[in-house]
């Protein structure tokens, strides 16, 4: 009996009707933790794809609102995700190009939101709802993206930032004399901006790009160019020593680069970075790009202070342009921050960091893209020069003192135009501030982030048409030179448009809330009229002075922005553009 053991049965009546022999029980191999795993693993997979298929329901089944209104107001539909917890942040992460692009387009009928971990946003490319935003200038502000500029581009204090944030700031309570404590930026970028407004445009801006264009001049002249063909690598990298030089000291006066001769090395190596700093990337991860910027900073305070010790007060019969601080525009700056409402050496070094990065990080590459256009295109390219020589005269071919002829002509402003809604890439940052605002029937909460990107341009061909134009002859994803001409209502007398344009003229009439490479509403960008006179005058000057011709013109399709920029501002080139230049004969 030693092989049996007793085992209790539970139907049994009594003691002995309960036992029964059965051979002695062995250990039986476990099977129920194997098949857990096995369950989790498939319920983890199948997460996002049921994530998927009901954010997707959602979002197609969302209130469809008609005739622009809707009662009560609904929230914008969330964009489809796979990830429960993350929302997008890897879609935006790994591809931010791709997924904004989609996002654009599911906004082209009404706002759409985005979720991630880090910040939640609304994205909205209607035409009709972006200029509502726009005409709101009373509720929505774009005081998000200058903070971060202030804060992790240019390395400004929280203090400044928190200040800047500040609706109501009590200006008396606030130590001016302190570096840390800095002054109501608040009040400080609003007289910033009518400043701008004041000197960069009307008879500033003849003086202004004027100079521009004799430094460019003078910077072309010392690469000792003749009449036989010269070779160069990069076309980008040819305009950049050319362009920022002449920008700096046109904008900034001379005196800068004695204090920093390489002050424009120092700002590419620093604009280069700029996607590591805006990400916050701390010091002892990138610090050479950090003590590039030490420098930048130093040289403005270095500026200011020699100012100060050369230049008297601000007059009215003061010349455009002098060698401390260049333009009346920096004067004037000057002047404010100095005597009419003093501000700490900090806060006036950041905002000349500001201006030279505004003048220089979205010129060049569009510069670059308006001539590169014109030298894949050998009939664009001579439509071009034919309105430059109409204005100007053989007696006095001065592309400086001709510069608002030329700014006048309908094809280079049509290029120009073109260049700036295919090239420039941004994320206009609005944030509704004092109360929900109703977007077309949509609620946008109080201190919610909206955006509104200028690229990629909603392939709506149907707009361009009711707008007066005539159907394209390329798509609005290809360059096409001509796409702002309209036929003329009127008949002009003139000695422009002998290239065969002459029935035609440059017209944004129809396309508001379609062109945006400067913004909008009441932040629009107040240097865009000085940008566009170099942008034209660059042109002009190079196709009046010098023959271009790109070496690998069969290659020139493979040339396209380079998206790691995106959506930062104008995006440059993705890869080397091979030239050769010489002087043009005199004719």
Not at 476 to 486: G, K, N, P
Request: with cysteine; proline share 7%.
């Amino acid at each position: 009996m030693a092989e049996y053991a007793t085992v209790h049965v539970c139907n049994g009546t009594s003691a002995n009707d309960g036992v029964c022999l059965l051979p002695p029980s062995r250990p039986q191999p476990l099977y129920i933790v194997p098949n857990v795993y096995a369950v989790l693993s498939c319920m983890l997979l199948l997460i996002p794809g049921i994530t998927y298929t009901i954010t997707v329901w959602r979002f197609h089944h969302a209130p469809i609102i008609r005739n622009g209104s809707r009662k009560p107001l609904i929230h914008p539909p969330v964009v489809p995700y796979w990830d429960v917890l993350l929302g997008h942040f890897f879609d935006l992460a790994w591809d931010t190009k791709g997924f904004l692009s989609k996002a654009v387009k599911l906004a082209s009928r009404g706002p759409v939101e985005i979720k991630t971990a880090v910040i939640d946003f609304t994205v909205v490319s209607n035409a009709v709802q972006v200029q509502k935003i726009f005409r709101a200038c009373g509720q929505f502000s774009n005081k998000h993206m200058a903070v971060v500029a202030l804060q992790n581009l240019f390395g400004a204090s929280k203090d400044v930032a928190a200040l800047f944030e500040s609706h109501e700031v009590d200006v008396a309570a606030l130590d001016t004399s302190s570096a840390e404590g800095e002054g109501d930026l608040k009040d400080h970028v609003s007289g910033f901006g009518s400043y701008a407004r004041t000197y960069l445009s009307g008879p500033h801006l003849q003086a202004l790009s004027e100079r521009y264009l004799t430094n460019l001049k003078h910077n072309a002249q010392a690469l000792d160019i003749h009449e036989e063909w010269v070779q160069f690598p990069d076309l980008y990298t040819f305009l950049q020593g050319l362009v920022s030089s002449a920008t700096i000291e046109a904008l900034m006066g001379s005196k800068i680069f004695e204090i920093h001769p390489n002050i424009v090395d120092d700002f590419w190596t620093f604009e280069r970075a700029t996607p590591q700093f805006l990400r916050a990337f701390p010091r002892w991860l990138i610090p050479s790009k950090y003590k590039t910027r030490d420098r930048i900073f130093n040289t403005m305070k270095k500026l200011e202070e020699l100012a100060l010790q050369n230049i008297s007060r601000l007059k009215l019969e003061d010349p455009e342009w002098e060698p401390y601080l260049g333009s009346k525009f920096l004067r004037a700056r000057h002047e404010y921050g100095q005597f009419l409402r003093p501000l700490p050496d900090n806060t006036k070094a950041w905002e000349k960091m500001g201006i030279m990065f505004a003048a220089n990080a979205n010129l060049l590459p569009s510069i670059f893209w308006y001539i590169f256009e014109a030298l894949k295109d050998q009939d664009l390219q001579q439509r071009m020069i034919a309105e430059i020589q109409t204005c100007l005269p053989p007696d006095a071919p001065d592309v400086g003192r001709n510069i608002a002829s030329l700014m006048d002509q309908p094809l280079l402003q049509s290029a120009y135009a073109e260049t700036l809604r295919l090239r420039v890439a941004i994320a206009l940052p609005r944030t509704c501030e004092h109360s929900d605002f109703n977007l077309s029937g949509h609620r946008i909460k109080k201190d919610k982030l909206l955006i509104v990107l200028t690229w990629p341009v909603p392939e709506d061909e149907a707009a361009w048409v009711q707008s007066g134009r005539p159907p394209s002859k390329k798509g609005v994803d290809e360059f096409w030179a001509d796409r702002y001409l309209i036929p003329k209502q009127t008949t002009k007398d003139g000695n422009c448009g002998k290239d065969g344009s002459s029935n035609y003229e440059f017209s944004l009439r129809g396309l508001s809330g379609r062109f945006m490479p400067y913004g909008g509403g009441q932040h629009l960008c107040p240097g865009r009229h000085y940008a566009k006179s170099q942008l034209i005058g660059t042109l002009a000057f190079f196709f009046s002075q010098y023959e271009l011709e790109l070496l690998q013109p069969t290659q020139s399709n493979k040339v396209q922005p380079d998206m790691r920029w995106f959506p930062s501002g104008s995006l440059p080139p993705n890869r080397r553009v091979p030239f050769r230049i010489k002087r043009a004969p005199i004719v």
